[in-house]
């Protein structure tokens, strides 16, 4: 990390840390921002990536889509455009430098507002890419950010700037390298905006058997071409994504609810127990039973976004 580097990241660091005294996620007078701190190094936390822009302040994070994994720390940043399964992991924190991120909701709306507001068309040979990218952080994103974060400060000012500085910030990410993947989840009849309206149908109606041809039709695209596209957003096939949204939710209902390990099997839509049991002991590491009792113990980091 050059000087200017550091530099940017310890003046963000303070304004986060005036707001975030304690460890985790915290809601923020802005509606869109959640600021987290974490004074140690985490475990793994599967958690689900609606559209957001991470920025680390300081420490680093590891965090893995299907096979692959993103670090990031406070030289780039990370941008999610749809909603993805991830296992996130707190890699550089301690209680004398805590690891401190801001995250920014958005909407592929507003994106699209501020494409077609920059007249700034999508280069060719974008037809679709990973839903999850990496960008380098710069002097104007970096400072456009800060602004948004040094807001906080005055609660008066958020309901008229915080709206203008949010488009900036979007604005920037688009004009970054990355921008051009990123514009392709907003815009209507992409490859990727399909997949998205795809991957929104499992994602409610994960219970239902899985029917690729009808979804297929819906996206107006051939099975394989549905198959191949969404592949390349997610990291994942169909079956997959939908499988990691019906083991999330059984999760959280053995965990909310007095329901046994069977009866949430068949409530998220799988057949047989014994086979949830297997892939539910492949994605959390441990059986169902042993897993909510570690969870309920203590023992391991509540879900959440880190």
């Not at 720390?73 to 430098?97: C, F, K, M, R, W």
């Not at 007249?119 to 679709?128: A, F, I």
Request: charged letters at 25%; glycine letters at 6%.
């Amino acid at each position: 990390m050059d000087e200017r580097s550091v530099q940017w990241g310890g003046s963000l660091a303070q304004v986060i840390e005036r707001f975030a005294k304690q460890d985790g996620m915290q809601e923020t007078a802005i509606p869109a921002l959640r600021i987290v701190r974490m004074s140690r190094i985490s475990g793994p936390i599967h958690t689900v990536y609606e559209p957001t822009l991470c920025v680390v302040a300081q420490g680093s994070k590891v965090v893995i889509l299907g096979q692959e994994s993103y670090r990031f720390d406070a030289t780039n940043y990370l941008v999610a455009s749809v909603h993805l399964p991830v296992i996130g992991q707190v890699v550089e924190a301690s209680p004398e430098t805590p690891y401190f991120c801001l995250y920014l909701r958005f909407d592929m709306d507003q994106m699209l507002d501020v494409i077609q507001a920059s007249d700034q068309p999508v280069k060719p040979g974008y037809e679709s890419g990973r839903g999850l990218v990496i960008g380098r952080m710069n002097e104007t994103l970096y400072d456009a950010a800060l602004r948004l974060v040094r807001l906080l400060d005055a609660p008066q000012d958020i309901p008229v700037l915080a709206p203008y500085v949010v488009r900036e910030i979007m604005y920037r990410v688009l004009h970054n390298e990355q921008g051009d993947v990123i514009k392709q989840f907003a815009l209507r009849g992409s490859y990727a905006q399909r997949i998205g309206k795809v991957m929104k149908r499992l994602r409610h109606d994960f219970a239902l058997p899985l029917r690729i041809e009808e979804l297929a039709a819906e996206a107006q695209m051939s099975a394989s071409s549905l198959y191949y596209y969404f592949k390349e957003v997610t990291g994942m096939s169909p079956i997959q994504y939908q499988k990691q949204f019906r083991l999330r939710e059984a999760r959280r209902l053995l965990l909310s609810t007095p329901l046994e390990a069977a009866d949430a099997a068949f409530q998220v839509g799988y057949e047989s127990p014994s086979h949830f049991s297997r892939e539910y002991t492949r994605l959390f590491g441990q059986p169902p039973i042993r897993d909510i009792q570690r969870l309920r113990g203590g023992l391991h980091a509540r879900e959440t976004v880190f």
